[in-house]
């Protein structure tokens, strides 16, 4: 059995799906690994948690429109045959690398604030 993902996204833009996740997994294992290193008890009841995960997810949800812009300009601007979709999943490679080291990058910034 197939996953609905891959049955209704076509193949060109299956990449900001996974690219997307990809952010938002990142995202939230910085924001938790924030919440357990910033040492406020008060921090870890269901309430205050509930609202940091989820005024961080709105926000990151806000930020991942930005961070897709350039993998679906790749999906609408190359075209879909054979040979481009070598070059599709070079690029888009490419740029899942640049933008996941921005994100990393970032993250550590952030987690060295603490100190």
Same mark, same amino acid.
């Given at each position: ?35 357990? =290193? ?14 940091i995960f ?39 490679s490419a740029?899942? =690398? ?18």
């Open positions: 059995m197939s996953s609905p993902i891959s049955n209704s996204t076509p193949p060109r833009f299956r990449v900001l799906v996974w690219a997307g996740a990809l952010f938002l997994l990142v995202n939230f294992l910085l924001r938790l690994g924030l919440v357990v =290193f910033d040492g406020d008890p008060s921090n870890f009841l269901p309430w205050n948690s509930l609202l989820a005024v961080g997810l709105l926000f990151d949800f806000g930020s991942l429109t930005f961070f897709l812009i350039p993998f679906a300009l790749l999906a609408i601007l190359i075209p879909d045959c054979p040979r481009a979709r070598k070059a599709h999943g070079v690029l888009a740029c899942l =690398f640049l933008a996941l080291l921005v994100v990393l990058i970032s993250s550590i910034a952030e987690g060295a604030v603490l100190e």
